[in-house]
């Protein structure tokens, strides 16, 4: 079943439905479809949750995804993360569920169009400086822009456009590659090939949720710490202070097996 | 060559000399990225996790390079501006 044809580079151009000025395309269509799969899942599943040895296996699953987003984001950000777990957890688990259905037919990933992935990628670039003022206040969240020296200004402002900018084009180049070479091999060699690509296709949904969630973090975690804390966290971990802890988990252990 | 045909022939070499040259670079980035995380690990295996971690999103940074090619080239294919301007100006 084909949605978008061939010579169409996204799902914006079919329309489903128009009526005077609003226009419902395939975009918005499946944007709605993810958006209530998530929301509907979730509320079944966080209905009735339990705190007994047993549980249902969708509890399981959403215990299990939500963590491994947070330690992920631990990991990254080098604090406690649970703050940016909403809108973090919430980017991954839409562009996932959004990549991944495209094994379904007749369905079209809204992250193939540059309108949804452009919305994602402001979302990230207002996300930034909230995060970071209310973190570190306004001055001090100001201040960062003016470092080294005052010079370094007009490449901070241009640095986060370009970021953002490169955020909505790389999902969309991506997923929007995938479809198209999908077409096109169906119409050169169908049946078995095809199958082989929608399963790399899988991967590189995955990946791409991914990247897009860690390059959100990485880029609030970069403009929530301040100058200082930085230099600090680079003592805190000197080498040799490591070593030591290692040498003492290694004699701790070989102390417990003796036992 | 009238003008339809000079636009067809200009965007569909371009677009192919895009892909073709916005390849190379990329390539050859990957590969000395995924060389030195490979012996990396190999030489620190405790540190996988983090390494790993680093090389994908480093090569998603260099992979975005050749995607904005391919965005190029298939809007130079599929979307072209000039082509649409040339026949609305042969038609109308």
Partial sequence: MEIVAINQIS??????????WIII????????????????????????????????RWQNL???????????????????????????????????????????????APT????????????VFLAVPLFGIAKLGIIEYLKEYFRPNLLFF????????????????RLFGNLMSH???????????????????????????LIQAYIFSVLAMVYIASASQSHQEKGDGEKNTNPLEKGRMKVWTVKAWLRWRRL | MDSEGMVAVASIVTAGLCMAVGAIGPALGQGRAVHSALSSIAQQPDERNSLTRTLFVGLAMIESLAIYCFVISMILVFANPFWTYVIKKAGG
Avoid: C
Avoid at chain 1, 42 to 54: A, D, G, P, V
Avoid at chain 1, 113 to 120: H, N, V
Avoid at chain 1, 182 to 203: C, E, R, S
């Fill in chain 1, 11 to 20: 799902p914006d151009q079919v329309v489903f439905f128009q009526w005077r």
């Fill in chain 1, 25 to 56: 395309n395939a975009t918005l269509v499946y944007t709605w479809l993810v958006m209530g799969l998530l929301v509907f899942g979730s509320l079944l599943i966080t209905r009735r949750l339990s705190l007994e040895r047993s549980l249902s």
């Fill in chain 1, 112 to 123: 193939s169009s540059l309108t949804t992935t452009a919305a994602l990628a402001v979302l």
């Fill in chain 1, 179 to 205: 479809e198209k070479v999908i077409t096109i091999l169906l119409a050169v060699t169908p049946l078995f090939f095809p199958v082989v690509m929608q399963a790399l296709g899988l991967l590189i949904g």
């Fill in chain 1, 62 to 108: 959403a215990e299990v995804i939500l963590g491994g987003v947070r330690s992920e984001l631990r990991e990254i950000s080098r604090e406690d993360a649970d703050n940016y777990i909403p809108f973090i957890g919430t980017l991954f688990l839409f562009i996932l569920v959004s990549n991944l259905l495209t094994i379904l037919p007749g369905y079209v």
């Fill in chain 1, 154 to 169: 007009p490449f901070h402002i241009m640095g986060e456009f370009s970021r953002t900018l490169a955020l909505a084009v």
